[in-house]
């Protein structure tokens, strides 16, 4: 399964991955906008555990975002169950010295296509915290539609801050 960007592609993963997502991911940079529960420091123990979940996912949906096959970043839904089972969230990262060329918006169309088409979903959503116009950016330039800010959600670096969520919903004619 693969998905073709204009210079990268969506692929799925590998064992031997684990060396680039440990170099790219160990970055405060990076950190900074995701989630506590991605590592920091990123060990090679990380790093080789997330890619041992990774090449048993079923179905697949969180891709590497491969620069001429090699590991940059990630790009990935999060599965829920119970009431927001028609729900996944959205998620992405890329290393740092990949910024900057269009790649995560192209990413997150080529995945959302790909989701919509072959999931049972209604919809997907991504959190951004305040602090990160990068990815709202994107986001927007991939087609979702700011749907709101959730005021104060947010408990990052000692910081208390608002999220911004974004949405797509399916088109059904
Ligand atoms: C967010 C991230 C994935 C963006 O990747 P990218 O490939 O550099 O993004 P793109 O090049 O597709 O688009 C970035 C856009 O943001 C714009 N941008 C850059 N810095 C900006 C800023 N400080 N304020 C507003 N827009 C900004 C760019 O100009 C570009 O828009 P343009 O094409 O209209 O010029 C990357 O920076 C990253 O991995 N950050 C850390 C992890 C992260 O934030 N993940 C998302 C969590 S919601």
Known sequence: MEL???NFSLREWRADDAELLQKHADNPN????????FPHPYTMDDAV??????LRQKPVVTFVIAVEDRLAGVIG???RDDIYSKAPLLGYWLGEEFWGRGIATEAVKLIT????STL???RIQAGVLSRNP?????LEKAGYT??????DNIFKDGLVLDEWVYGMVRITV
Request: proline share 0%; aromatic share 14%; no cysteine.
């Open 4 to 6: 073709k960007g204009t």
């Open 30 to 37: 990076v950190y900074a906008f995701l989630m506590d529960r």
């Open 49 to 54: 555990s997330w890619v041992n979940i990774m």
């Open 77 to 79: 839904l999060e599965l």
């Open 113 to 116: 296509n790909y989701a919509f």
């Open 120 to 122: 049972d979903i209604a």
């Open 134 to 138: 990068r990815s709202m950016r994107v």
């Open 146 to 151: 700011k749907e709101g800010v959730l005021k």
